[in-house]
């Protein structure tokens, strides 16, 4: 006779990860880990685990760790839940920062600056959320319902929302100019 103990599948979580990346591969685990066992897709655990390491990354980039701990020092928190309706909201919480987290419009050839456009392409909705203690958080809806049977499909949209303007598009910017500083 053996013996078969259910493990209950948190709806939701709240971990403190380090003021840096060390913790955020941690974080990326824990969550498709948890996610799988509440019976979430693949694709919307793919674009929930991206949406995290986009916002821990941020967090840690242009946000202060939580409490009185110098930047590299401290943890930020992340936290997600999968809400009785089935909407999956994905949360980062710094200790703030000198500009409010906005999508930027990176240049062509920048290096960084898309994470909150990526966030806004793959989400349904997101924003940013301010308390009296200066901490930040931005939150962003996944999926409004991750039991949806439609849930597992890419939106037709996405690459039209993430893509860069051509570079004809660019008022004052000629293609020669992107190879101005090559020389």
């Known amino acids: 006779m053996a013996l078969v103990v259910a493990q209950e599948v948190p709806t939701s979580s709240s971990m ?12 990326r685990h824990r969550m498709r880990d948890q996610l799988r ?11 929930a685990v991206l949406i995290l390491s986009e916002l821990l990354s941020n967090a840690c980039k242009h946000g202060r760790p939580l409490g009185d701990a110098l930047a590299g020092d401290g943890d ?11 909407r999956l909201v994905v949360e980062v ?3 703030g920062g ?10 062509v050839t920048a290096h960084g600056g898309r994470g909150l456009n990526i966030i806004r392409a793959l989400a349904d909705d997101w924003g940013v959320r301010d308390d ?3 901490e930040v958080t931005v939150w962003v809806v996944v999926h409004h319902d991750v039991h949806d049977p439609a849930a597992p499909h890419r939106r037709d949209d ?15 910017l000629d293609f020669a100019d992107a190879f101005d ?3």
């Not at 403190?16 to 974080?27: C, L, Q, R, S, T």
């Open 76 to 86: 930020v928190r992340a936290a997600w839940r999968v809400d009785p309706t089935g």
């Open 93 to 95: 919480t710094d200790g």
């Open 16 to 27: 403190a990860v380090p003021h840096g990346p060390a913790g955020v591969g941690e974080a």
């Open 132 to 134: 009296v203690r200066g």
């Open 37 to 47: 066992g509440r019976g979430v897709s693949e694709t919307v655990i793919d674009d």
């Open 181 to 183: 500083d090559l020389d």
């Open 158 to 172: 996405f690459a039209p929302r993430v893509a860069a303007p051509p570079v004809a598009a660019l008022p004052g």
């Open 98 to 107: 000198p500009t409010r987290p906005a999508p930027a419009t990176p240049s």
